[in-house]
């Protein structure tokens, strides 16, 4: 892996989110759509408006089979209405220079509205970076504080990167405290 000057990014999040689904069936109400692409799509979720409980539930189903919730940009790979979640596809933001010295960067925002928050347990945030602190914000229920935390990765040299492990070396990690929504990455070098 070649790091070039100021490094790098970050953020995956292995994303779930928990959402509260009282009257749930397990299938798509009859004659509506129960897929998009590979992804199978239970009542209270649906594609089309007859279909789906209500707007937090509408999975806009793109052409090419790709599953966004709501009118967001959040990817959906799997909806589970027992577990009360659905998970969505790893969030990545970075801030970085290619080799030629071109900054590239995101915008690095995930807005997580109600009814759904980020599970505390099925997701940490990471980051990969020499020299890079990140933190991550959002705000949980009832309070108006927003969390605040995060991590900072270095590197000794590039002989130090150990791409197996994330402990502070090339590659940092924190846990996430259940029902944050709102969430926003600051990166700072
Ligand atoms: C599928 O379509 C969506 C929406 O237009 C787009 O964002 C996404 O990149 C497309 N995916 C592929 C694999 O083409
Ligand atoms: C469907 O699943 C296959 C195999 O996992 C994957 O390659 C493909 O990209 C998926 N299609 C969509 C639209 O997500
Ligand atoms: C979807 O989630 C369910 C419940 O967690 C799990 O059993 C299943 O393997 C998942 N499917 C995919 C394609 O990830
Ligand atoms: C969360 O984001 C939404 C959309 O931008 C905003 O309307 C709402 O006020 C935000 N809530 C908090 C607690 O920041």
Known sequence: MAFHGRMLIIMPFSLV????ITSAVGQAKQNCPDRCGNLTIPYPF???EDCYMGSDYFINCAPNGTAFLRNSNIRVTNISVDLGEIQI???????????????????????????????????????V??????????????????????????????DSV????????????????????????????
């Open 17 to 20: 989110l928990f959402a509260t």
């Open 46 to 48: 649906g594609v089309n």
């Open 89 to 127: 596809q790893q969030y990545l933001t970075y801030d970085c220079y290619t080799q030629e010295g071109e900054h590239r960067y995101n915008i690095p925002e995930l807005w997580v509205t109600p009814p759904y928050t980020i599970s505390g347990a099925k997701n940490k945030f990471m980051a």
């Open 129 to 158: 970076g020499c020299d890079t602190y990140a933190e991550f914000e959002g705000y949980r229920p009832n309070q108006n504080l927003p969390f605040i935390a995060g991590c900072m990765s270095q590197c000794l040299g590039l």
């Open 162 to 189: 150990d791409e197996n492990s994330c402990s502070g070396i090339w590659c940092c990690q924190t846990s996430i405290p259940d029902g944050l929504k709102n969430r926003t990455v600051f990166l700072n070098f």
